[in-house]
């Protein structure tokens, strides 16, 4: 059974930085391209960015290039989303996912297999 545990969500004031953590468990992580999606109330889900299996690149959603990075570690099967700068405009749940059907298609949700249950950002003005 696969599952993907996101943690690290809290309430930060605008200007601040916090660090999301997806652990992984129940498939060879390091096989698969991993993707951080998010969703603001009454907003569709859209994605954030991804990284590839070995974590030699990462691709960015406009809105976050700049001042959200990501990056894994194979050894612990966990990904990782650093977001700086923080606004409140960036307030969601955010959610990690797994296995896009290929690295061409790591935006579209749609294309991703697996997910993990989300957690709250709350970014204060």
């Known amino acids: 059974q696969v599952q993907l545990v996101e943690s690290g969500g809290g309430l930060v004031q605008a200007g601040g930085s916090l660090r999301l953590s997806c652990v992984v468990s129940?498939?060879?992580?390091?096989?698969?391209?991993m993707g951080w999606f998010r969703q603001a109330p009454g907003k569709e889900r859209e994605f954030v960015g991804a990284i590839t299996r070995s974590g030699g690149t990462t691709y960015f959603a406009d809105s976050v290039k700049g001042r959200f990075t990501i990056s894994r570690d194979n050894a612990k099967n966990t990904v990782y989303l650093q977001m700086n700068s923080l606004e409140p405009e960036d307030t969601a749940v955010y959610y990690c996912a797994m296995d896009p059907t290929n690295w061409s298609s790591a935006s579209d949700a749609a294309e991703y297999s697996y997910w993990g249950q989300g957690t709250q950002v709350t970014v204060s003005a």
């Open positions: 129940g498939r060879p992580f390091s096989a698969y391209v």
